[in-house]
């Protein structure tokens, strides 16, 4: 039979006996593989530096082999594979390029160019394509997916890794407390994520045979907090995925729950105590592992004071101040960060941390007076910090004060404000400027800084704030925005939690010198 023959015959065949044919169609898409494995080693990614205003690249160790253990063992090397990916996951610093724009500028590069490197295909990106300036209870988030042969089995590596940096506008969720007992800017975006994932997942098992799944999940600030949260639901609603095979590493992460809130979304919950609140001796099982310096005043928020703790397990990175130790960490900030690392004898030790913390909780009295008469001002300036329109961005205009009345009447809490009320409080901050300007050295501090200085105060005047009360917060956000150090042990708290401290500390300080509360080493 001639070829062409035997061709027509096998097609005529193939329409006559479809039954045939089926089961070979079906067995090719099960055959069907994402990704890729790759080889044990070092790459390279890149991340955020709000100290250096620039991408920076950094070297993390990675094998596929991370995941052939169950996720209740600590595993050094994963959670720094996994703060490479989590600091990856913020918007790069490039694309501020186009801060204003909706659509695809490139704020996530370097996640995307670090999926590439460790095998991950089919990656899906939310909210990277929206203003950077947007507020609203929601986060960024990507997922990713690798079939490999893992322990003899097939085995598909499902990424959900949560945007932490770089976010601008979302910062105001982070203010959001809401009406209830929980924090509501980190609980809401929770439900989106999760059913993002299940959708995720069950289109992928249509387009091929997934085998064993195993979950790797990450966050940074406010992702972690969500990332936290989330880990529970997973293990509570997604039956195909075993806890053993959900492996959860969050950094820096702000505490979102009490013991009375969202049994869904609580697992080990605050496993570092006991029923009758004491430390207990070694850590509990866990698979959720919270990374964070001892010094860094983001985890504190809110307040375990008002009754909010995490889920799983918080590992403390020592903050120091014993020379030897400072010495080694500012050596690894000259050679590894940029060209403008993080001076490791400056930042905040456990106790200064807590003592800002102890001030804040003074001022605010409880978890329902913050939410009574600060909360809603303090959205409303943060929201100011971040809005940058076009202008703003490519010639550096500095809006006058009709302008400044028009932003603040498009902000959430203010758009049925008397007009009146709102010129007044911009005419009373316009003035106040200079003398805010003049505490933190003006002519020092980039134009970024400068153009937001009148919209906070004119915010927090809006308000009804003390004016004394509005300046301090005014000259804080001012003082961040602008990486101006200062010897003031908030702004010390602060700077904790740079990324670089978070990179610096994994790196420096062994597994077993985590301790389950806040330390400083002397």
Request: hydrophobic share 40%; glycine share 8%.
């Given at each position: 039979m001639k070829r062409r023959d035997f061709c027509k015959a096998l097609v005529c065949s193939a329409a006559l006996?479809?039954?045939?044919?089926?089961?070979?169609?079906?067995?090719?898409?099960?055959?069907?593989?994402?990704?890729?494995?790759?080889?044990?080693?070092?790459?390279?990614?890149?991340?955020?530096?709000e100290l250096s205003q620039m991408d920076i690249e950094h070297e993390y160790y990675y094998s596929d082999s991370f995941f052939a253990h169950t996720s209740v063992q600590y595993d050094h090397q994963l959670a720094l594979a996994t703060l490479g990916m989590v600091t990856a996951a913020f918007n790069t610093w490039a694309s501020d390029a186009k801060y204003w724009a909706n659509g695809d500028v490139g704020r996530e590069n370097s996640l995307d160019a670090a999926y590439t490197k460790l095998g991950f295909g089919d990656v899906k990106y939310r909210y990277y394509d929206v203003d950077v300036g947007k507020a609203g209870d929601f986060v960024g988030w990507s997922t990713a997916r690798k079939t490999i042969t893992l322990n003899g089995k097939r085995t598909t590596i499902v990424a959900l890794i949560l945007r932490g940096g770089g976010y601008g506008g979302e910062w105001v969720s982070n203010l959001h407390t809401g009406t209830g007992h929980a924090h509501g800017g980190f609980i809401i975006p929770v439900h989106e994520v999760?059913?993002?994932?299940?959708?995720?997942?069950?289109?992928?098992?249509?387009?091929?045979?997934?085998?064993?799944?195993?979950?790797?999940?990450?966050?940074?600030?406010?992702?972690?907090?969500?990332?936290?949260?989330?880990?529970?639901?997973?293990?509570?609603?997604?039956?195909?995925?075993?806890?053993?095979?959900?492996?959860?590493?969050?950094?820096?992460?702000?505490?979102?729950?009490?013991?009375?809130?969202?049994?869904?979304?609580?697992?080990?919950?605050?496993?570092?105590?006991?029923?009758?609140?004491s430390l207990k001796e070694s850590w509990g099982e866990s698979n959720i592992f919270n990374i964070i310096s001892s010094g860094d005043i983001v985890p504190h928020l809110l307040p375990e004071e008002w009754s909010f703790h995490r889920n799983g397990n918080d590992r403390f990175l020592p903050s120091t101040?014993?020379?030897?130790?400072?010495e080694?960490?500012?050596?690894?900030?000259?050679?590894?960060?940029?060209?403008?690392?993080?001076?490791?004898?400056?930042?905040?030790?456990?106790?200064?941390?807590?003592?800002?913390?102890?001030?804040?909780?003074?001022?605010?009295?409880?978890?329902?007076?913050?939410?009574?008469?600060?909360?809603?001002?303090?959205m409303d300036m943060t929201q100011c910090a971040f809005i940058r329109s076009e202008e703003e961005v490519t010639q550096n205009k500095v809006?006058?004060?009709?302008?400044?009345?028009?932003?603040?009447?498009?902000?959430?809490?203010?758009?049925?404000?008397d007009y009146w009320k709102i010129s007044r409080a911009v005419w009373a901050a316009s003035t106040m400027s200079r003398a805010v300007l003049k505490r933190v050295d003006a002519e020092n501090i980039p134009?970024?800084?400068?153009?937001?200085v009148v919209p906070i105060l004119a915010v927090g005047l809006?308000?009804?704030?003390?004016?004394?009360?509005?300046?301090?917060?005014?000259?804080?956000?001012?003082?961040f925005v602008a990486m101006k150090s200062a010897p003031d042990d908030a702004i010390r708290a602060a700077f904790c939690h740079h990324c670089e401290n978070y990179i610096a500390l994994m790196e420096y300080y062994a597994p077993s010198e985590h301790c389950m509360e806040a330390t400083t080493r002397t």
């Amino acid at each position: 039979m001639k070829r062409r023959d035997f061709c027509k015959a096998l097609v005529c065949s193939a329409a006559l006996a479809p039954g045939l044919a089926l089961p070979r169609a079906e067995a090719a898409a099960k055959s069907q593989t994402v990704g890729r494995a790759v080889p044990a080693g070092n790459y390279t990614m890149s991340f955020r530096s709000e100290l250096s205003q620039m991408d920076i690249e950094h070297e993390y160790y990675y094998s596929d082999s991370f995941f052939a253990h169950t996720s209740v063992q600590y595993d050094h090397q994963l959670a720094l594979a996994t703060l490479g990916m989590v600091t990856a996951a913020f918007n790069t610093w490039a694309s501020d390029a186009k801060y204003w724009a909706n659509g695809d500028v490139g704020r996530e590069n370097s996640l995307d160019a670090a999926y590439t490197k460790l095998g991950f295909g089919d990656v899906k990106y939310r909210y990277y394509d929206v203003d950077v300036g947007k507020a609203g209870d929601f986060v960024g988030w990507s997922t990713a997916r690798k079939t490999i042969t893992l322990n003899g089995k097939r085995t598909t590596i499902v990424a959900l890794i949560l945007r932490g940096g770089g976010y601008g506008g979302e910062w105001v969720s982070n203010l959001h407390t809401g009406t209830g007992h929980a924090h509501g800017g980190f609980i809401i975006p929770v439900h989106e994520v999760f059913a993002d994932l299940k959708n995720y997942l069950a289109a992928a098992r249509q387009k091929g045979e997934l085998g064993v799944v195993k979950l790797w999940m990450g966050g940074y600030s406010r992702g972690a907090a969500v990332a936290n949260l989330l880990a529970a639901r997973v293990n509570k609603e997604l039956p195909g995925l075993e806890r053993e095979n959900v492996f959860v590493y969050t950094f820096a992460t702000p505490v979102a729950l009490g013991p009375q809130d969202y049994p869904d979304l609580q697992q080990d919950y605050d496993n570092n105590h006991n029923a009758d609140g004491s430390l207990k001796e070694s850590w509990g099982e866990s698979n959720i592992f919270n990374i964070i310096s001892s010094g860094d005043i983001v985890p504190h928020l809110l307040p375990e004071e008002w009754s909010f703790h995490r889920n799983g397990n918080d590992r403390f990175l020592p903050s120091t101040r014993n020379e030897e130790e400072l010495e080694d960490l500012n050596e690894m900030g000259k050679n590894d960060f940029g060209p403008t690392p993080l001076d490791f004898s400056w930042l905040a030790t456990d106790k200064e941390t807590d003592e800002v913390m102890l001030s804040m909780e003074e001022y605010f009295i409880s978890r329902e007076n913050y939410h009574e008469k600060y909360e809603a001002a303090l959205m409303d300036m943060t929201q100011c910090a971040f809005i940058r329109s076009e202008e703003e961005v490519t010639q550096n205009k500095v809006l006058d004060d009709g302008e400044v009345i028009q932003r603040l009447r498009t902000l959430t809490h203010l758009k049925n404000m008397d007009y009146w009320k709102i010129s007044r409080a911009v005419w009373a901050a316009s003035t106040m400027s200079r003398a805010v300007l003049k505490r933190v050295d003006a002519e020092n501090i980039p134009i970024r800084a400068q153009q937001i200085v009148v919209p906070i105060l004119a915010v927090g005047l809006c308000y009804g704030l003390e004016s004394e009360a509005v300046s301090l917060i005014a000259k804080y956000i001012l003082m961040f925005v602008a990486m101006k150090s200062a010897p003031d042990d908030a702004i010390r708290a602060a700077f904790c939690h740079h990324c670089e401290n978070y990179i610096a500390l994994m790196e420096y300080y062994a597994p077993s010198e985590h301790c389950m509360e806040a330390t400083t080493r002397t």
